[in-house]
């Protein structure tokens, strides 16, 4: 599919909005539908007289993504020239401005050079996601003393830079909403908007939308806009005060197009749209025939495939058997009776298959079924082989055999399982992988590779399969990952043998982290299950059980308790 960049102008109140801003812009102009009553943006605070150099370097770094207050700390000549990168370098809250080793005297003492040194997390791309880079950060500026003795930055650093909380304050995580290569299931993709002005940011997240999946998704996801002849949008104020986004450009679009059209629309606007109500035009006509306003809740479901039934409540493997995670019980079957020696296992979303992992004398070999059935042996064996993990509709499965070749299986017409297509080379270098799975909307990956932590997109064309830019998260932080599992469509749960951070709550990006509480585990965690709806659920030290439904609560014991290294498992 082609990715056609559109133009998108928002009308606004009482101006026009023209561009993507991605540094906050100084500007506050007020668009229609997203009226803001909260103090004014940019508000500006003397700065100190006695401010010494390395407090003036420092606070300019401080106020960067707000240019009209980090323009107070440049000469005049400088406020001429300066504009902030577009993608910054995010760099940790703590750092250092120092003079350096040696201070070169220069226009008699009257500049002063300044060294920043810090941490470096990650970048905003040009598609507006953020990017993990870790490692050092060190730049300087050139301070200089005005005629009326105060110091200001004369050369700002080469770079951008900013801090994680900074980041965090001036630009907002958007998921944006695209559709799978089969346009079936609806998937999130994070973006990072700039929050100022407030009342641009329904604009500006309708140009990220209009420009299509970010760099790691352009091959697995797919915009029904970007498949539109030309796609325009535009936003003005309708009399009641609703969001009103009127297209051009899609032609003779089906009524399936235009609802999920609708569905990308509305959900990628849900959270900046005041009032939720958006309303939706096509030519000047309603979008959808009959439906010109819509809410989040007004959408079709395009995630069900993607969602276990409350009605499966999980299982576990012990001792080689599969077990109920609703009462440790055997599941009916030969898989829950011992005739196969289970190390692992995975339950299709749907629920109805069931794949093992099954110690075969000295070897590992996978066995595929239904849940209560006979598990047909498939013809793969290996040395070691990943917990096996399926994609939506039962009919694709992957896992990892002797920690570097993904194979990837599909059942054939026959209903037999045979390996498919399938490029995996871009994970040569990661290390060996423990632990792979599968997003439940098929499109990405998250793995345990060489200890770390580590994502992917999953690139479709026909039948061949490849797996996309994959990236380290969290890298300096987590160097020894030992599960990790999918908590919702990008919220990954990591389990880790960490300390403090021995489990977490991480996006797909890796951005941020929320530790659960801990204190009651025997560390090391051994495993870690989640899926939507649903409980997390780790193994600790001492083969307990245990769930959590929301970080900071203390662990409740799961039920279950007795069993040799249980590993429990959501369906997915």
């Given at each position: ?176 909403y695209f559709f799978d290569s089969e346009l079936n299931i609806l998937v999130p993709d994070l973006r990072y ?109 395009y995630t069900a495939p993607t969602t276990p039934s409350p009605d499966l409540p999980g299982m576990f493997v ?255």
């Amino acid at each position: 599919m082609s990715r056609l960049r559109a133009i998108l102008t928002v009308l606004l109140l009482l101006a026009v909005a023209a561009g993507c801003a991605n540094i906050p812009e100084q500007s506050n102009p007020q668009v229609a539908g997203t009226q803001d009553t909260s103090e004014p943006e940019n508000t500006v605070v003397p700065i100190d007289r006695d401010a010494d150099p390395l407090t003036i370097a420092r606070d300019f770094v401080a106020h960067a993504t707000n240019v009209d207050v980090a323009k107070q700390y440049l000469t005049p000549e400088a406020q001429k020239t300066w504009e902030p990168e577009a993608q910054p370098t995010i760099m940790e809250n703590t750092y250092n401005t120092i003079p350096p080793p040696v201070q070169e005297p220069n226009n008699k003492g009257n500049e002063q050079t300044v060294l920043i040194h810090g941490t470096k997390v990650g970048r905003l791309g040009p598609d507006n996601s953020f990017i993990p880079a870790p490692g050092a950060y060190e730049d300087k500026v050139t301070v200089q003393r005005q005629a009326d003795g105060q110091w200001r930055v004369s050369k700002p650093p080469a770079t951008t830079a900013i801090t994680l909380d900074e980041f965090r304050s001036a630009y907002r995580q958007v998921p944006l909403y695209f559709f799978d290569s089969e346009l079936n299931i609806l998937v999130p993709d994070l973006r990072y908007v700039a929050q100022r002005p407030s009342q641009g940011l329904p604009s500006r997240v309708l140009q990220e939308l209009l420009a299509g999946p970010s760099d790691m998704l352009a091959g697995p996801l797919r915009s029904l806009l970007g498949d539109a002849a030309n796609p325009s949008a535009s936003g003005v104020a309708g009399e009641d005060g609703d969001l009103v986004v009127s297209l051009t450009g899609l032609g003779n679009a089906n009524l399936d197009t235009r609802n999920k059209i609708a569905a990308q629309i509305v959900l990628s606007l849900q959270g900046v749209a005041t009032g939720g109500v958006i309303k939706l035009l096509a030519d000047n006509t309603p979008l959808v025939p009959g439906k010109p306003k819509w809410r989040a809740s007004d959408v079709p479901s395009y995630t069900a495939p993607t969602t276990p039934s409350p009605d499966l409540p999980g299982m576990f493997v012990s001792n080689g058997r599969v077990r109920s995670l609703k009462d440790g019980n055997p599941i009916p079957g030969p898989a829950g009776a011992g005739q196969y020696n289970v190390q692992s296992a995975a339950q299709s979303i749907n629920g109805a298959q069931l794949a093992v992992v099954e110690k075969y004398g000295n070897k590992m070999r996978l066995r595929v079924g239904k849940v209560d059935g006979p598990l047909s042996i498939v013809p793969l064996t290996a040395n070691t082989m990943t917990r096996p993990t399926w994609r939506p509709g039962a009919n694709e499965l992957w896992t990892v055999i002797n920690g570097t070749t993904v194979v990837r299986l599909v059942r054939t017409k026959d209903g037999t399982w045979a390996p498919g297509s399938m490029n995996s080379s871009t994970l040569a270098s990661f290390g060996p992988i423990t632990t792979m799975r599968l997003s439940r909307d098929g499109t990405r990956l998250a793995m345990v590779a060489g200890g770390r932590l580590a994502v992917a997109g999953v690139d479709r064309n026909g039948d061949t399969v490849s797996v996309r830019l994959p990236r380290r998260l969290m890298e300096d932080q987590l160097q020894d990952v030992v599960d990790v599992d999918w908590m919702g469509p990008f919220t990954l749960a990591v389990a880790a043998d960490e300390g403090r951070d021995s489990v977490l709550s991480v996006p797909f990006d890796g951005s941020q982290e929320v530790p659960y509480d801990i204190s009651n585990l025997t560390l090391p965690v051994r495993s870690i299950a989640a899926a939507p709806n649903s409980p997390l659920t780790v193994t600790d030290k001492e083969s307990r059980v245990w769930t959590s439904s929301v970080p900071g609560e203390a662990w409740r014991s799961q039920g279950v308790s007795g069993f040799s290294d249980p590993l429990p498992f959501y369906p997915g």
